[in-house]
């Protein structure tokens, strides 16, 4: 008979039978005998099924918060909207507003589809609508995902670019481009803000945001776009050029405008515990 002393006793869901100790749950073997060379015999305790299966779904589960928390170390989202999920984001005091909600959460639940066709949003208003901020619900959703998302804008962008022109730079323009171009998705921050003329000629910005896009319409992967201008605007107020409109178009799957009461002065009204 097996001596308990050997395996310090039994564990909870254990029971003996004959030399063998078996899991009440999944009816698996919990020891295992080795031999030494000199006659004797060791016993070792092992994981049954059931407690395997445990172990594998919790190292799976580590490696997908690790994964999430190097995402989320390399998305440039920024401190103020790292916390901001559709769960805690409160609807109901602007219609647009509200639409725009719905439809990008439905974005993030669709993911996978999305991913594979490449749908991009187009989300336009005035300052201080919430546009940013259900961009960073999406960028946040994504991530819990595991999707590699980049939240940024391009000035970030330009000078970024303009770093890697520097001697001592270990990455060239070409491999940061390919980079922004081939992540899952992008998140690009008030489009429109950037100085696109200068004395009636172009300015060296344009064309850098022309590459990035292209390359990633190329790609066919997802862009998800704030601004307070509206597409014509971009060209006609901003001096975008036409054909870097062009290609926001046919990114954009889904243009929503957001109207109305701003929803910083909405967010402000929350209670304060002081």
Same mark, same amino acid.
């Given at each position: 008979?097996?001596?308990?002393?050997?395996?310090?006793?039994?564990?909870?869901?254990?029971?003996?039978?004959?030399?063998?100790?078996?899991?009440?749950?999944?009816?698996?073997?919990?020891?295992?005998?080795?031999?030494?060379?000199?006659?004797?015999?060791?016993?070792?305790?092992?994981?049954?099924?059931?407690?395997?299966?445990?172990?594998?779904?919790?190292?799976?589960?580590?490696?997908?918060?690790?994964?999430?928390?190097?995402?989320?170390?390399?998305?440039?989202?920024?401190?103020?909207?790292?916390?901001?999920?559709?769960?805690?984001?409160?609807?109901?005091?602007?219609?647009?507003?509200?639409?725009?909600?719905?439809?990008?959460?439905?974005?993030?639940?669709?993911?996978?589809?999305?991913?594979?066709?490449?749908?991009?949003?187009?989300?336009?208003?005035?300052?201080?609508?919430?546009?940013?901020?259900?961009?960073?619900?999406?960028?946040?959703?994504?991530? +819990?995902?595991? $999707?590699? *998302? =980049?939240?940024?804008?391009?000035? @970030?962008?330009?000078?970024? &670019?303009?770093?890697?022109? %520097? /001697?001592?730079?270990?990455?060239?323009?070409?491999?940061?481009?390919?980079?922004?171009?081939?992540?899952?998705?992008?998140?690009?921050?008030?489009?429109?803000?950037?100085?696109?003329?200068?004395?009636?000629?172009?300015?060296?910005?344009? +064309?850098?945001? $022309?590459? *990035? =896009?292209?390359?990633?319409?190329? @790609?066919?992967?997802?862009? &998800?776009?704030?601004?307070? %201008? /509206?597409?014509?605007?971009?060209?006609?107020?901003?001096?975008?050029?036409?054909?870097?409109?062009?290609?926001?178009?046919?990114?954009?799957?889904?243009?929503?405008?957001?109207?109305?009461?701003?929803?910083?002065?909405?967010?402000?009204?929350?209670?304060?515990?002081?």
């Amino acid at each position: 008979m097996l001596d308990l002393k050997e395996i310090d006793g039994l564990e909870e869901n254990e029971r003996v039978e004959g030399d063998m100790v078996y899991c009440t749950l999944c009816g698996g073997e919990k020891l295992e005998f080795l031999d030494w060379i000199d006659g004797t015999r060791k016993v070792f305790r092992k994981m049954c099924k059931c407690q395997k299966e445990e172990h594998d779904k919790q190292e799976c589960e580590r490696k997908r918060l690790q994964r999430i928390a190097d995402i989320k170390k390399n998305s440039m989202i920024p401190i103020r909207y790292r916390s901001v999920r559709f769960s805690n984001t409160s609807t109901g005091s602007n219609q647009t507003f509200d639409q725009a909600y719905k439809r990008c959460k439905g974005y993030c639940e669709q993911s996978e589809k999305v991913l594979k066709n490449g749908w991009g949003i187009y989300l336009q208003g005035d300052k201080g609508t919430g546009k940013t901020h259900i961009a960073a619900c999406i960028a946040n959703e994504l991530i +819990e995902q595991c $999707y590699e *998302v =980049l939240f940024t804008n391009f000035f @970030e962008i330009t000078k970024e &670019i303009k770093a890697t022109y %520097n /001697s001592s730079s270990d990455v060239s323009e070409i491999d940061l481009i390919e980079k922004i171009a081939t992540i899952d998705f992008l998140v690009i921050d008030d489009i429109g803000t950037e100085t696109m003329k200068k004395n009636g000629e172009d300015t060296w910005i344009q +064309e850098k945001i $022309y590459d *990035v =896009l292209n390359k990633r319409y190329n @790609e066919n992967k997802p862009t &998800i776009f704030t601004s307070n %201008n /509206s597409l014509p605007e971009l060209v006609n107020e901003r001096g975008m050029m036409d054909k870097t409109v062009d290609r926001i178009m046919e990114m954009a799957t889904v243009i929503l405008k957001f109207e109305g009461q701003s929803f910083r002065r909405e967010m402000r009204k929350v209670a304060l515990p002081f």
